[in-house]
């Protein structure tokens, strides 16, 4: 008698329990709320305006996260050049990604693979030249390089090797692609485009092919699928199959990192923090580090050989020339064991887990490259190169993309722009660029070297001495030439908190709440 009692009672708290939990805690249904209007988000009768729960953006295939912060960019020994184009000064670079390598020969094969499917149409002919590395750069009056010319970008020996040859547009446009590519095979993971679209655009598809800022702005379909877990929802709460960024799916784009981004992923001074945040339980160091000659402190020197004992103690950390002849030492005991670029994957990486950013090949930068930079940039995300532009609508609605697929850009107008106080130029190259009036007109091949299109390389290459493996080393080259020396890797901009997405860390420091008194 007493069992069915206590089975009655437990029965009678479990009905008396589940009208509570209808609108309560464990309802699925209940929504987020707009802490300035009151209305639900994500609710078909009040507005259904969506709203994605926050979250840290994904790392994107091949990119290392690189936290960001304050440090000494330039020169770090004495400028033996005399060019002064690398003065020391203090800055801050806000977190990003940035390629764990050098992007290889194979990744540049595997670009012109697609090129040469989607763009097979002979009027394309141009594209397909245009993306091509010009293998010719291995040539030398006085050497016998023709194998590197015939083999060094195709042979399957060489697939991990830097592809070389390349210019800095040429890399520009490989960095666009990648985006693409990368935000295609999310939609199809996701269920949001079909997987038979890529078999569509490789049969030749030329303009119709995914592009994401075409796809964002409502110019390009392709072959809608049926995404079958937590599909998005419009605001009626039916399921959509197109993507907003504000989702939370897509990637950022990858691009050229900046200056001042590689040279602080180069040093890679989080490593020489001896105590550095990983919880909100432990502070960190506020430690700023402003020497260090190359991209490693290897058991805190600056040295070129491995100082800790064992196996690899006096091995090279990176591979550059010693001096004139000699390229890797002598048979049995050679020093870095690469006459030429070697493996995007070897040699010593630095604080961040990046490889070669000191010596293997020099890597181009997004920056336009001038003599008195430092002077002038900011000190926040320091950059110069800046062209403003605006979506060409010319065309209509439909009719947004050019013959490649992509969406057309213009210039934005210096007129329209001259009454805002944070730009009036919508071309910024130039701007102050050391003089009082701000405009200086570099006249190429009469009085300088130095152009709009000089672009800054930095790093090092198989090729250099010591001195330019310096991070805050940097020189330059017309965007539209390449050499057997000058790589490069791509970078991503990181959205949300700074310390990253691994420590869960929030945005700002938070103290325990205040309460008001009455």
Not at 79 to 100: C, L, Q
Not at 165 to 189: M, P, S
């Amino acid at each position: 008698m007493l069992k069915k009692i206590r089975n009655y009672s437990w029965m009678s708290l479990v009905i008396l329990t589940l009208p509570a939990c209808k609108n309560g805690l464990f309802n699925k249904n209940k929504h987020e709320q707009s802490a300035v209007t009151g209305w639900n988000y994500n609710d078909k009768n009040q507005g259904g305006y969506n709203v994605t729960k926050p979250k840290d953006i994904k790392t994107g295939p091949g990119l290392v996260f690189v936290q960001g912060g304050t440090f000494t960019m330039g020169a770090t020994q004495e400028d033996v050049m005399s060019d002064w184009n690398n003065i020391p000064r203090r800055v801050t670079v806000n977190s990003f990604f940035i390629d764990k390598t050098e992007v290889a020969n194979v990744h540049y094969r595997e670009y012109l693979n697609w090129l040469e499917n989607v763009f097979s149409d002979p009027q394309y002919q141009a594209v397909l030249d245009g993306a091509r590395p010009d293998t010719l750069v291995w040539r030398s009056e006085l050497a016998y390089n023709e194998p590197y010319v015939e083999y060094y970008f195709r042979h399957p020996s060489y697939n991990y090797y830097p592809v070389v040859g390349v210019t800095w547009r040429q890399a520009h446009d490989f960095c666009i692609w990648r985006t693409d590519r990368v935000n295609e095979i999310e939609l199809i993971k996701n269920g949001y485009q079909n997987k038979n679209v890529i078999k569509q655009e490789m049969n030749g598809g030329g303009q119709d092919n995914f592009n994401t800022k075409s796809y964002l702005m409502g110019e390009y379909e392709g072959i809608p699928g049926k995404p079958k877990k937590n599909p998005l929802l419009n605001s009626q709460g039916q399921p959509r199959t197109t993507v907003k960024f504000e989702d939370g799916i897509l990637f950022p784009d990858y691009r050229l990192p900046t200056e001042a981004e590689w040279e602080y992923a180069a040093l890679g001074y989080i490593n020489e923090n001896p105590q550095p945040r990983k919880s909100e339980k432990k502070r960190g160091e506020e430690l700023i580090a402003n020497k260090q000659l190359y991209a490693w402190k290897n058991d805190g020197f600056d040295n070129l050989r491995a100082t800790k004992k064992g196996n690899m103690q006096g091995a090279f950390l990176a591979n550059f020339k010693r001096g004139n002849g000699d390229y890797m030492g002598t048979p049995g005991g050679l020093n870095d064991r690469s006459a030429i670029p070697a493996s995007v994957n070897s040699f010593y990486p630095n604080g961040f887990g990046l490889y070669n950013m000191s010596g293997n090949v020099n890597e181009w930068v997004a920056d336009v490259y001038r003599p008195l930079t430092g002077i002038e940039e900011d000190d926040l995300n320091p950059f110069r190169g800046n062209v403003f532009t605006k979506v060409d609508l010319s065309g209509g609605q439909g009719n947004l993309r050019d013959s490649l697929g992509r969406i057309k850009y213009i210039p934005e107008s210096d007129s329209a722009l001259e009454n805002r106080r944070n730009y009036q130029r919508s071309y910024a190259i130039n701007y102050i660029d050391g003089d009082s009036a701000s405009r200086v007109f570099y006249g190429y091949g009469v009085t300088t070297l130095v152009s709009d299109k000089s672009r800054v390389y930095k790093g090092g290459s198989w090729l250099d001495m010591p001195y330019w493996l310096s991070p805050g080393a940097r020189r330059f080259l017309e965007e539209d030439e390449s050499s057997s020396t000058i790589g490069f890797r791509c970078a991503m901009t990181h959205y949300g908190a700074p310390e990253g997405t691994s420590t869960k860390l929030p945005n700002g420091n938070f103290f325990p709440k205040r309460r008001q008194k009455r």
